[in-house]
């Protein structure tokens, strides 16, 4: 059985930023995932060697180990160790390239041919990157023959065509491979293909498509698809330039990326959604909710369970520490009809690889026990066996176990209805009610496990008292006495019964009330002289605190006063002249104005009443006419001032 090392899993919790900065020649390495070291002796490697062997799940180790032996030129000894480490981690996109360039140079025979091409096909089992698959499509140019060449240009283009950067290169190698065969309408409908992505480099591969298309009448058929590509471009740019500036201030992008998945999955293909997926995976490879959005846009797109089998063990690879992920590898695995073999080592390595958290491994232990009852059906010794030591496991590593005792609970399961030993069960659920006594969801499972099993009444009255005798709380108490009592009324004989369980439940809902009150504390009624009584007092204490917080200051300032010694007083100065005050300065021209408009309004506004005939209006009572109110708005709207009423009324 392994056993888990908290040091481990820290080393799986890695950061692995990528660089890329490549030239036509070589790749040069400028990140931390290969650190250049010089020439090591054949002791130190050795020492780094059964470092690794004692721990192979050290990330930085594995990658100096490497660079040493590629400085030391050990070919055979580097190839053994990216073995070792293509195991236990998914490559970078920057250590798959070196590896497949070390081995193409070194190829020369058919046989070691065919060996790097079959390293390039495993790459891609890790992540689908474009930048491997532009130097596969490089190798196979000029290896392979023409079909097996132009195989390999549609699979990078479909399966690495539509990323927004480096998308365009594999197009132009499938384009510049087919107009060598003169194929002019294979190329058109590359180009079409090409120009419906949106991608960075999409205005270059419209003037590319320009030059070498010389109908008009299929030129105007492809304008469409390049318009309509554009407009999906100026979209997602915002998605990218929010990416790359949470990558400068180092902010979480998987909000962007959920935005980005948002827009894609509505607007795209599944071929196009997919290859953003992987890309997202690739450079937020740590991040659990990118992988469970990928593996639940799969299922929902209803693809082959293989694939989905492959992004689980990409994901459970990274993410060595999410048991979700290792569950569903373990469950995709058997609908792949994996060989039993290698389901096994897949659970020692997640039993290897969490966190020590008891819900992850009870969780891994249930979904392989379960595994193993379909499996070995008609072997008993092993799947007991399974169970057994996944509770051993349990109870070692952690001081409880799991409380909800989910693996015992299946194991009596299995004994009752696989293998008809109800015995062995009840013997299992006796040994979980003796532990954890007081845990009504136990309780609770035994009896409907009774049920199921066609347990008499009274065996089934006798586990419901014994259940209210062992819970410590009153609302336990009193939930499991309601289902008792509902029992009763529907299986019971006599009324003697109904009346027990019915008196448990008042008991226990009157101890249930007294324990929620304990635990608020005693309740404080208030009538309501009290309640005015108290705003008052309120008042009179915020009155006191504000007089109170003025004091101090003063208290303090006497105190100075006090403890300072005295000090002559300075001689009198005559007091200062009074400045004159300043005059008012007239008021400018357009205030004045203002005024004579004002005035000018008022007369006419006087002139008018005058002239106008005055028709009979009936007074009002003299309650209204003493409230009513004299005018005091010109027609223009503005106020009339003290001066204007004298003025209007003297006319």
């Known amino acids: 059985m392994v056993v888990f090392n908290e040091n481990d899993n820290m080393s799986n919790k890695r950061k692995r930023e990528e660089e890329e900065d490549s030239s036509d020649d070589d790749i040069e390495l400028e990140n931390d995932d290969v650190p250049k070291t010089s020439r090591v002796s054949k002791e130190q490697l050795e020492i780094m060697e059964q470092k690794l062997a004692a721990n192979p799940q050290l990330y930085e180790e594995h990658l100096q180990f490497i660079q040493a032996l590629r400085n030391s030129s050990e070919f055979e000894m580097l190839r053994k160790a990216r073995e070792t480490f293509s195991q236990h981690f998914p490559l970078s996109q920057e250590q798959w390239l070196l590896w497949l360039q070390d081995e193409e140079s070194m190829a020369t025979t058919d046989e070691e041919i065919q060996k790097v091409k079959a390293l ?98 299929e030129a105007e058929k492809t304008a469409p698809i390049f318009q309509e590509a554009s407009k999906k471009l100026e979209e997602r740019m915002e998605i990218e330039e929010q990416l790359i500036d949470a990558l400068a201030t180092k902010k979480d992008a998987i909000p962007i990326w959920e935005k980005y998945f948002d827009v894609v999955t509505k607007q795209d293909p599944q071929d196009i959604a997919v290859q953003l997926f992987e890309r997202a995976a690739q450079e937020q490879c740590l991040s659990d909710a990118i992988w469970k959005r990928y593996i639940r846009y799969l299922q929902e797109q209803g693809a082959p369970s293989q694939t989905v089998m492959t992004v689980y063990n990409n994901a459970s690879r990274n993410c060595q520490w999410n048991s979700v992920l290792w569950c569903g590898l373990l469950e995709y695995m058997e609908l792949c009809l994996c060989e039993s073999e290698w389901i096994e080592r897949t659970f020692q390595r997640a039993l290897a690889s969490m966190q020590p958290v008891v819900t992850d491994y009870t969780s891994v232990f249930l979904t392989h026990c379960s595994y193993l009852t379909r499996a070995k059906k008609g072997d008993k010794e092993v799947i007991r066996t399974a169970f057994s030591t996944a509770f051993e496991y349990l109870t070692q590593y952690f001081k409880e176990g799991d409380r909800q005792c989910s693996v015992e609970r299946l194991w009596a399961h299995t004994e009752a209805y696989h293998f008809n030993d109800l015995e062995r069960a009840r013997e299992i659920y006796q040994n979980i009610l003796s532990r954890f006594p007081s845990e009504p969801l136990l309780w609770f499972n035994y009896i409907q496990f009774e049920r199921d099993n066609k347990a008499t009444v009274d065996q089934i009255r006798a586990i419901y008292r014994q259940a209210v005798n062992g819970l410590e709380l009153a609302r336990s108490r009193k939930s499991l006495a309601v289902a008792w009592a509902q029992f009763e009324r529907e299986n019971s004989s006599t009324v003697n019964y109904i009346i027990e369980a019915e008196a448990i439940v008042r008991k ?17 009624e208030f009538g309501k002289r009290e309640k005015k009584d108290t705003k008052k007092e309120k008042k009179k204490e915020r009155k006191k605190n504000a007089k109170v917080q003025a004091l101090p200051q003063e208290d303090t300032e006497m105190e100075e006063k006090q403890e300072q010694p005295p000090v002559e007083p300075p001689p009198k100065q005559q007091p200062a002249a009074k400045e004159p005050k300043p005059k008012r300065q007239p008021k400018p021209k357009q205030e004045r104005k203002k005024k004579e408009r004002r005035v000018e309004e008022v007369h006419e506004h006087v002139e008018q009443t005058a002239e106008a005939p005055q028709a009979e209006v009936k007074q009002p009572p003299a309650k209204k006419r003493a409230l009513m109110k004299p005018r005091t708005m010109l027609p223009s709207g503005q106020p009339l001032s003290n001066t204007d009423f004298k003025k209007l009324f003297e006319k």
């Open 508 to 524: 226990s809902s009157e101890e249930a009330d007294q324990e929620l009150q304990a635990r608020r504390g005693p309740k404080k």
């Open 120 to 217: 390039y096909e495993r790459s891609f089992q890790d992540y689908q990157l474009p930048k491997v698959w532009e130097q596969y499509c490089d190798f196979a140019i000029r290896h392979f023959d023409k079909d097996a060449t132009e195989s390999v240009l549609e699979r990078a283009v479909s399966t690495a065509g539509a990323h927004m950067l480096d998308g365009y290169t594999l197009w132009t190698l499938y384009l510049n491979y087919e107009q060598k065969l003169n194929d002019s309408d294979k190329v058109r409908s590359l180009y079409r293909r090409q120009l419906a992505i949106p991608s960075l480099m999409l205005t270059t591969a419209w003037e590319d498509y320009q030059k070498f298309e010389t109908n008009s009448a």
